[in-house]
């Protein structure tokens, strides 16, 4: 049995859960530790179990909370030389280990695949996560899908997608106009447009769920990001995470 649940989700926090029946590993925690412990316990997720978690990049949204919840539960934290560099000082954990973008490595029950794709920052990596013989993606934070992300991808039984923004909100929306050019940027985030193409032309024979993810609060709606990718309700269970509560735990 894998469990997986988005703890946190969104540009004020981003938090995801990947889990055996003993085993698990975090991807980012860019959310408070009590609140990280707090959601886990509300979806009936043991923290005991966390055995290591993983960061994508640098930015505070993804490593807010990793120094104080390591050292809570005593676990490593992983990321690359990039990253680690470009990490907040304070938000910065003791103990860390470094990993090299493309280079897959076992961790535990798991193989973890880090590969970089398009995203402002030094070393951004999505991730796919094979354990028990299922393929998890977590791909948030995308300018746009290359070729390591197609790749990957196509790779998925499951995968937290990118569903950032709905482009006539973010045009017409409260960002100023340099900040609305860096999420339409192509080292920015992916609207619920691109994460749906990317589906529709990279989606493997194995790919059952989309977890739609980091929803923008300002540029987007649950309602606009699930009634994009509706014409495919048949072939893909759909779920929505959200900002301020952890998702349903999803099975696989």
């Not at 960061?55 to 050292?71: C, F, N, P, Q, Y």
Request: glycine share 8%.
């Amino acid at each position: 049995m894998i469990e997986l649940c988005a703890i946190a989700s969104g540009s004020n926090g981003n938090c995801y859960y990947v889990g055996t029946e003993s085993e698990a590993i975090l991807i980012d925690v860019g959310v408070s530790r009590k609140q990280v412990l707090l959601r886990m316990k509300e979806r009936g997720l043991d923290p005991e179990k966390i055995t290591g978690v993983f960061i994508s990049h640098e930015h505070a949204d993804h490593t807010r909370g990793i120094r104080v919840l390591a050292k809570n539960l005593k676990v490593p934290v992983y990321m690359t030389k990039g990253t680690f560099d470009n990490t907040w000082n304070p938000n910065r954990p003791g103990d860390y280990g470094l990993f090299v973008p493309g280079e897959s490595f076992i961790f535990g029950e798991f193989v973890i695949h880090p590969f970089l794709k398009k995203h402002d920052a030094a070393n951004p990596c999505s991730f796919r996560v094979e354990v028990q013989g299922k393929n998890v993606g977590v791909m948030t934070d995308i300018g746009e899908p290359c070729d390591n992300v197609r790749t990957h991808f196509e790779k998925c039984d499951a995968v937290f997608l990118e569903s950032n923004y709905d482009e006539e909100m973010l045009e017409n929306g409260p960002y100023p106009y340099p900040l609305k050019q860096r999420v339409l940027s192509d080292v920015g985030h992916l609207s619920n447009e691109q994460a749906l193409e990317l589906t529709t032309t990279n989606a493997g024979a194995n790919l059952k769920h989309i977890i739609l993810s980091h929803l923008s609060g300002e540029n987007n709606t649950p309602e606009l990001a699930y009634k994009t990718f509706q014409p495919l309700e048949d072939q893909f269970t759909l779920y929505l995470t959200s900002r301020i509560a952890a998702s349903e735990l999803i099975n696989l």
